[in-house]
Protein backbone atom coordinates (compact mmCIF):
# COMPACT_ATOMS: atom_id res chain seq x y z
CA UNK A 1 0.00 0.00 0.00
CA UNK A 2 1.50 3.68 -1.29
CA UNK A 3 0.99 6.68 1.40
CA UNK A 4 -2.62 7.64 2.58
CA UNK A 5 -2.92 10.34 0.77
CA UNK A 6 -3.90 13.39 3.07
CA UNK A 7 -6.40 16.07 2.34
CA UNK A 8 -3.80 18.58 2.77
CA UNK A 9 -0.49 19.58 3.62
CA UNK A 10 0.64 22.95 4.93
CA UNK A 11 3.52 23.65 6.98
CA UNK A 12 3.56 26.53 9.23
CA UNK A 13 5.44 27.84 11.79
CA UNK A 14 4.82 27.23 16.05
CA UNK A 15 7.53 29.23 17.37
CA UNK A 16 10.78 28.55 15.96
CA UNK A 17 8.92 25.07 15.19
CA UNK A 18 7.89 23.83 11.81
CA UNK A 19 4.61 21.95 11.88
CA UNK A 20 2.96 20.38 9.29
CA UNK A 21 -1.06 20.26 9.39
CA UNK A 22 -3.98 17.76 8.03
CA UNK A 23 -7.66 18.68 7.55
CA UNK A 24 -9.91 16.10 9.09
CA UNK A 25 -12.86 14.10 7.36
CA UNK A 26 -15.56 17.43 9.31
CA UNK A 27 -13.14 19.98 7.53
CA UNK A 28 -11.34 20.93 10.77
CA UNK A 29 -7.25 20.94 10.56
CA UNK A 30 -4.74 19.40 13.16
CA UNK A 31 -0.85 19.24 13.92
CA UNK A 32 0.10 16.15 12.18
CA UNK A 33 2.36 15.75 15.34
CA UNK A 34 1.15 15.95 18.61
CA UNK A 35 2.43 15.27 22.01
CA UNK A 36 0.75 12.49 24.12
CA UNK A 37 0.97 12.51 28.19
CA UNK A 38 0.26 8.78 28.93
CA UNK A 39 1.74 7.99 32.28
CA UNK A 40 2.86 11.23 33.03
CA UNK A 41 1.63 12.18 36.25
CA UNK A 42 -0.55 14.85 37.05
CA UNK A 43 1.71 16.99 38.91
CA UNK A 44 4.65 16.69 36.31
CA UNK A 45 2.14 16.99 33.26
CA UNK A 46 1.90 20.86 33.59
CA UNK A 47 5.97 20.97 33.62
CA UNK A 48 5.87 18.14 30.64
CA UNK A 49 3.16 20.09 28.57
CA UNK A 50 5.27 23.27 29.24
CA UNK A 51 8.28 22.25 27.83
CA UNK A 52 6.19 21.12 24.80
CA UNK A 53 4.64 24.11 24.12
CA UNK A 54 7.53 25.63 24.30
CA UNK A 55 8.94 23.75 22.17
CA UNK A 56 6.14 24.41 19.22
CA UNK A 57 3.36 21.65 20.10
CA UNK A 58 0.46 22.64 20.04
CA UNK A 59 -1.52 19.35 19.82
CA UNK A 60 -1.90 17.56 23.35
CA UNK A 61 -3.68 14.26 23.88
CA UNK A 62 -4.28 13.03 26.69
CA UNK A 63 -7.66 10.74 28.64
CA UNK A 64 -9.62 10.53 31.47
CA UNK A 65 -7.74 7.26 32.34
CA UNK A 66 -4.08 9.28 32.03
CA UNK A 67 -5.59 10.87 35.07
CA UNK A 68 -3.43 14.49 34.19
CA UNK A 69 -5.94 16.37 32.54
CA UNK A 70 -6.13 19.21 35.35
CA UNK A 71 -1.95 19.06 34.92
CA UNK A 72 -3.03 19.59 31.24
CA UNK A 73 -5.26 22.23 31.44
CA UNK A 74 -3.16 23.93 33.52
CA UNK A 75 -0.09 24.11 31.08
CA UNK A 76 -2.64 25.22 28.42
CA UNK A 77 -4.11 27.87 30.83
CA UNK A 78 -0.76 29.18 31.93
CA UNK A 79 0.83 29.03 28.22
CA UNK A 80 -0.74 32.50 27.13
CA UNK A 81 -1.48 30.86 23.78
CA UNK A 82 -4.48 31.61 21.87
CA UNK A 83 -7.33 28.71 22.51
CA UNK A 84 -8.15 28.20 18.81
CA UNK A 85 -4.10 27.64 18.61
CA UNK A 86 -4.17 24.60 20.78
CA UNK A 87 -5.67 21.06 19.39
CA UNK A 88 -6.61 19.34 22.81
CA UNK A 89 -7.59 15.35 22.63
CA UNK A 90 -8.92 13.65 25.57
CA UNK A 91 -10.38 10.12 25.48
CA UNK A 92 -14.04 8.43 27.47
CA UNK A 93 -12.92 5.26 29.52
CA UNK A 94 -13.84 1.79 29.09
CA UNK A 95 -16.37 2.15 32.60
CA UNK A 96 -17.93 5.58 30.95
CA UNK A 97 -19.66 3.79 27.63
CA UNK A 98 -23.01 4.02 27.26
CA UNK A 99 -24.76 6.89 26.09
CA UNK A 100 -25.47 8.92 29.53
CA UNK A 101 -22.61 7.92 30.75
CA UNK A 102 -20.68 9.10 27.64
CA UNK A 103 -22.35 12.50 28.46
CA UNK A 104 -21.74 12.40 32.02
CA UNK A 105 -17.60 11.40 31.53
CA UNK A 106 -17.70 13.92 28.94
CA UNK A 107 -18.90 16.90 31.16
CA UNK A 108 -16.28 15.83 33.63
CA UNK A 109 -13.43 15.19 31.44
CA UNK A 110 -13.95 19.32 30.16
CA UNK A 111 -14.13 20.34 33.81
CA UNK A 112 -10.94 18.78 34.72
CA UNK A 113 -8.98 20.45 31.90
CA UNK A 114 -10.79 23.66 32.43
CA UNK A 115 -11.97 23.99 28.88
CA UNK A 116 -15.13 24.89 27.27
CA UNK A 117 -14.54 22.67 24.34
CA UNK A 118 -12.31 19.94 23.36
CA UNK A 119 -10.89 19.37 19.58
CA UNK A 120 -11.22 15.58 19.61
CA UNK A 121 -13.38 13.54 21.71
CA UNK A 122 -12.40 9.81 21.05
CA UNK A 123 -13.66 6.38 22.65
CA UNK A 124 -10.44 5.19 24.08
CA UNK A 125 -11.20 1.20 23.12
CA UNK A 126 -14.17 -0.39 21.48
CA UNK A 127 -14.58 -2.86 23.94
CA UNK A 128 -16.80 -5.29 21.45
CA UNK A 129 -17.92 -7.27 25.01
CA UNK A 130 -19.86 -4.21 26.77
CA UNK A 131 -21.43 -3.70 22.98
CA UNK A 132 -22.23 -0.39 23.97
CA UNK A 133 -19.71 1.19 21.06
CA UNK A 134 -22.28 2.08 18.85
CA UNK A 135 -24.60 4.08 22.07
CA UNK A 136 -21.36 5.76 23.19
CA UNK A 137 -20.93 6.99 19.64
CA UNK A 138 -24.72 8.53 19.76
CA UNK A 139 -23.54 10.42 22.68
CA UNK A 140 -20.05 11.39 20.82
CA UNK A 141 -22.30 12.88 17.92
CA UNK A 142 -24.80 15.07 20.44
CA UNK A 143 -21.52 16.39 22.00
CA UNK A 144 -20.12 17.50 18.46
CA UNK A 145 -23.65 19.04 17.19
CA UNK A 146 -23.68 20.93 20.45
CA UNK A 147 -19.91 22.05 19.78
CA UNK A 148 -18.35 20.99 22.84
CA UNK A 149 -16.20 18.79 20.68
CA UNK A 150 -15.17 19.96 17.57
CA UNK A 151 -14.27 16.76 15.80
CA UNK A 152 -15.30 13.25 17.49
CA UNK A 153 -13.20 9.99 16.76
CA UNK A 154 -12.01 6.68 17.89
CA UNK A 155 -9.13 4.55 19.20
CA UNK A 156 -8.19 0.67 19.03
CA UNK A 157 -10.82 0.05 16.47
CA UNK A 158 -10.43 -3.07 14.64
CA UNK A 159 -12.31 -3.54 10.66
CA UNK A 160 -15.07 -5.25 12.46
CA UNK A 161 -16.17 -2.59 14.99
CA UNK A 162 -15.45 0.01 12.56
CA UNK A 163 -17.35 -1.42 9.97
CA UNK A 164 -20.23 -1.44 12.46
CA UNK A 165 -20.12 2.02 13.79
CA UNK A 166 -20.18 3.35 10.71
CA UNK A 167 -22.65 1.17 9.46
CA UNK A 168 -25.19 2.19 12.26
CA UNK A 169 -24.17 5.87 13.23
CA UNK A 170 -24.55 9.44 10.89
CA UNK A 171 -20.87 10.62 11.95
CA UNK A 172 -17.80 9.15 10.27
CA UNK A 173 -15.21 9.10 12.80
CA UNK A 174 -12.34 11.73 11.49
CA UNK A 175 -9.86 9.77 12.93
CA UNK A 176 -8.71 6.19 14.50
CA UNK A 177 -5.95 6.21 17.10
CA UNK A 178 -4.49 3.08 17.04
CA UNK A 179 -0.73 0.58 18.19
CA UNK A 180 1.68 1.43 15.17
CA UNK A 181 5.46 1.70 14.94
CA UNK A 182 7.72 0.20 12.39
CA UNK A 183 7.49 -3.29 14.53
CA UNK A 184 3.66 -3.34 14.25
CA UNK A 185 2.83 -1.05 10.96
CA UNK A 186 -0.85 -2.21 11.05
CA UNK A 187 -1.27 -2.02 6.99
CA UNK A 188 -4.28 -3.84 6.75
CA UNK A 189 -5.79 -1.67 9.67
CA UNK A 190 -4.49 1.60 7.81
CA UNK A 191 -6.09 0.42 4.88
CA UNK A 192 -9.71 0.08 6.83
CA UNK A 193 -9.19 3.83 8.16
CA UNK A 194 -8.20 4.70 4.64
CA UNK A 195 -11.52 3.48 2.82
CA UNK A 196 -13.72 5.37 5.64
CA UNK A 197 -12.28 8.19 4.96
CA UNK A 198 -10.47 8.74 8.46
CA UNK A 199 -7.26 9.30 9.17
CA UNK A 200 -4.94 6.98 10.93
CA UNK A 201 -3.41 8.38 14.10
CA UNK A 202 0.01 6.27 16.04
CA UNK A 203 -0.13 5.36 19.45
CA UNK A 204 3.29 4.03 21.11
CA UNK A 205 4.80 5.71 17.83
CA UNK A 206 7.82 4.81 19.28
CA UNK A 207 7.29 1.37 20.41
CA UNK A 208 7.32 3.06 23.92
CA UNK A 209 11.40 3.65 23.65
CA UNK A 210 12.12 0.06 23.72
CA UNK A 211 14.45 -2.23 21.03
CA UNK A 212 13.27 -0.30 18.03
CA UNK A 213 14.94 2.88 18.93
CA UNK A 214 18.86 0.15 18.73
CA UNK A 215 17.59 -1.12 15.68
CA UNK A 216 20.69 -1.41 13.00
CA UNK A 217 18.49 -0.34 10.16
CA UNK A 218 16.75 2.60 11.51
CA UNK A 219 20.23 4.08 13.49
CA UNK A 220 22.31 3.53 9.52
CA UNK A 221 19.31 5.47 7.80
CA UNK A 222 19.42 7.76 10.95
CA UNK A 223 23.41 8.25 10.44
CA UNK A 224 22.76 9.08 6.49
CA UNK A 225 20.49 12.11 7.22
CA UNK A 226 22.04 13.04 10.66
CA UNK A 227 19.04 12.39 12.50
CA UNK A 228 18.38 10.01 15.48
CA UNK A 229 16.20 6.91 15.72
CA UNK A 230 13.56 8.85 16.51
CA UNK A 231 13.66 11.59 14.81
CA UNK A 232 13.71 8.66 11.52
CA UNK A 233 10.77 6.59 12.84
CA UNK A 234 8.40 10.00 13.07
CA UNK A 235 9.71 11.18 9.89
CA UNK A 236 8.34 7.58 8.26
CA UNK A 237 5.39 7.73 10.04
CA UNK A 238 4.84 11.78 8.72
CA UNK A 239 5.94 10.32 5.18
CA UNK A 240 2.94 7.70 5.25
CA UNK A 241 0.24 9.94 6.00
CA UNK A 242 -0.02 9.38 10.02
CA UNK A 243 -0.78 11.81 12.53
CA UNK A 244 1.96 10.85 15.63
CA UNK A 245 1.85 11.46 19.43
CA UNK A 246 5.01 10.88 20.83
CA UNK A 247 5.61 11.02 24.98
CA UNK A 248 8.68 12.04 26.97
CA UNK A 249 9.18 13.92 30.06
CA UNK A 250 12.85 14.70 29.33
CA UNK A 251 13.22 18.29 27.67
CA UNK A 252 15.98 17.82 25.06
CA UNK A 253 14.10 14.79 23.63
CA UNK A 254 10.34 16.32 23.38
CA UNK A 255 12.04 19.32 21.22
CA UNK A 256 14.24 16.27 19.22
CA UNK A 257 10.98 14.82 18.48
CA UNK A 258 8.91 17.92 16.83
CA UNK A 259 12.47 18.20 15.19
CA UNK A 260 11.42 16.44 12.08
CA UNK A 261 9.93 18.79 8.62
CA UNK A 262 13.84 19.61 7.48
CA UNK A 263 14.74 16.21 6.24
CA UNK A 264 12.80 13.34 4.03
CA UNK A 265 13.27 9.58 4.03
CA UNK A 266 13.51 8.38 -0.14
CA UNK A 267 10.99 5.66 -0.95
CA UNK A 268 13.70 3.05 -0.45
CA UNK A 269 14.41 4.09 2.27
CA UNK A 270 10.62 3.91 3.83
CA UNK A 271 10.14 0.41 1.96
CA UNK A 272 12.77 -0.63 4.42
CA UNK A 273 11.44 0.47 7.33
CA UNK A 274 8.21 -0.93 6.61
CA UNK A 275 9.80 -4.21 5.84
CA UNK A 276 10.91 -4.28 9.92
CA UNK A 277 7.44 -4.96 10.44
CA UNK A 278 6.69 -8.33 13.03
CA UNK A 279 3.04 -7.98 13.32
CA UNK A 280 3.37 -8.21 16.90
CA UNK A 281 1.61 -5.92 19.62
CA UNK A 282 2.58 -3.87 22.94
CA UNK A 283 -0.04 -3.17 24.15
CA UNK A 284 -3.28 -5.08 24.40
CA UNK A 285 -5.83 -6.87 21.84
CA UNK A 286 -8.78 -4.01 21.01
CA UNK A 287 -11.13 -7.27 20.78
CA UNK A 288 -10.06 -8.18 24.80
CA UNK A 289 -9.94 -4.78 26.06
CA UNK A 290 -12.98 -3.57 28.47
P1 LIG B 1 6.10 6.33 22.61
O1 LIG B 1 6.21 5.34 21.51
O2 LIG B 1 5.78 7.74 22.32
O3 LIG B 1 7.45 6.21 23.45
C1 LIG B 1 7.66 7.02 24.57
C2 LIG B 1 8.96 6.62 25.24
O4 LIG B 1 10.01 6.59 24.29
C3 LIG B 1 9.39 7.63 26.29
O5 LIG B 1 8.82 7.33 27.53
C4 LIG B 1 10.88 7.49 26.29
O6 LIG B 1 11.26 6.39 27.08
C5 LIG B 1 11.18 7.15 24.84
N1 LIG B 1 11.56 8.32 24.01
C6 LIG B 1 10.74 9.33 23.60
N2 LIG B 1 11.42 10.17 22.81
C7 LIG B 1 12.69 9.69 22.71
C8 LIG B 1 13.83 10.12 22.02
N3 LIG B 1 13.82 11.21 21.26
N4 LIG B 1 14.96 9.37 22.15
C9 LIG B 1 14.97 8.26 22.90
N5 LIG B 1 13.91 7.79 23.56
C10 LIG B 1 12.77 8.50 23.47
O7 LIG B 1 5.06 5.67 23.66
P2 LIG B 1 3.69 6.00 24.34
O8 LIG B 1 3.80 7.01 25.40
O9 LIG B 1 3.13 4.67 24.69
O10 LIG B 1 2.77 6.58 23.17
C11 LIG B 1 2.65 7.95 22.88
C12 LIG B 1 1.27 8.46 23.23
O11 LIG B 1 0.26 7.71 22.58
C13 LIG B 1 0.91 8.31 24.71
O12 LIG B 1 1.58 9.24 25.54
C14 LIG B 1 -0.57 8.50 24.65
O13 LIG B 1 -0.88 9.87 24.50
C15 LIG B 1 -0.92 7.72 23.38
N6 LIG B 1 -1.33 6.33 23.67
C16 LIG B 1 -2.61 5.98 23.39
C17 LIG B 1 -3.05 4.69 23.63
C18 LIG B 1 -4.46 4.33 23.29
O14 LIG B 1 -4.92 3.24 23.66
N7 LIG B 1 -5.19 5.17 22.60
C19 LIG B 1 -2.18 3.72 24.16
C20 LIG B 1 -0.86 4.10 24.42
C21 LIG B 1 -0.45 5.39 24.16
Known amino acids: MGPTPLAHHRIRHHGKALMQHVTLNDGHTMPQLGFGVWQVPDDEAQAAVTTALEAGYRSIDTAKLYQNERGTGRALASSGIDREELFVTTKLWNDEQGYDNALKAFDASLDRLGLDYVDLYLIHWP ?164
Open 127 to 290: APKQDAYVDTWKALERIRSEGRARSIGVSNFTVQTLDRLVAETDVVPVLNQIELHPYFSQETMRAANARHGLLTEAWSPLGQGGELLGDPELTAIGERHGKSVAQVVLRWHLQLGNVVIPKSVTPSRIRENIDVFDFELSAEEMDRIGALDRGGRIGPDPDELG
